[in-house]
């Protein structure tokens, strides 16, 4: 009895959450994935998970793939517009059991349409027939291998260059401003002058 106890608390030491260490290892070995550095902390939009061609996720992958995505970080968004990353695949089940996945082939997508991340296995080529939560975890170890720099924030990131044509366009504006009312006796030639001599320091870089 001591021993049974024994076995079953070392049990959790041997298995990647829903995946056994066994089978983490025959999946990590008998299908084809790669990934390119993926942004941490990023927004995900779930696409379209196909079965026979149409967008009908019955056995439920796409929610154990946001799941996972959660558990590292990542932000679902229900908007594709304003995604970081779009995730879509085609899988086939067993026709009777359905809730073993015999074929998948995934991509993970930037905003921009490139693939960053592809993953796909066929129980005829490497013998795999996974659950759709043994994916989530699956596709969550890839994810991680693979996690670049931090998300930064659009000001952050924004060329200094760009942020200097933006000064000198708005004090160039301001320039013209000031000239109308220059022009409409609404301010003395002296306020102008003072104003200006600023603003011509902004947009001749001095």
Do not use: C
């Amino acid at each position: 009895m001591k021993k049974q106890l024994l076995l079953l608390a070392f049990i959790p030491l041997l298995s990647f959450g829903q995946l056994s260490k066994r089978k983490f290892d025959k999946v990590k070995s008998k299908t084809t994935y790669s990934s390119q550095k993926i942004v941490d902390k990023s927004s995900v939009f779930i696409g379209e998970f196909r079965t026979k061609n149409r967008p009908f996720d019955k056995s439920n992958i796409s929610s154990h793939i946001k799941k996972n995505l959660i558990d590292i970080n990542f932000i679902p968004t229900t908007n594709i517009e304003n995604a970081d990353y779009v995730v879509e695949a085609n899988y086939v089940t067993d026709a009777i059991a359905k809730k073993q996945i015999l074929g998948l082939w995934l991509t993970m997508n930037d905003s921009k349409g490139n693939s960053v991340l592809s993953w796909q296995f066929e129980r005829k080529a490497g013998g795999i027939i996974l659950k759709p939560e043994e994916i989530g975890e699956f596709f969550k170890y890839i994810v991680k291998q693979n996690i670049g720099d931090e998300k930064t924030s659009p000001n952050n990131n924004q060329p200094e260059n760009k942020i200097l044509d933006s000064s000198k366009d708005k004090s160039i504006e301001e320039l013209k401003k000031l000239k109308e009312l220059l022009d409409l006796e609404l301010i003395s030639k002296e306020e102008f002058d003072k104003k200006a001599t600023e603003l011509k320091k902004i947009i001749l870089g001095n």
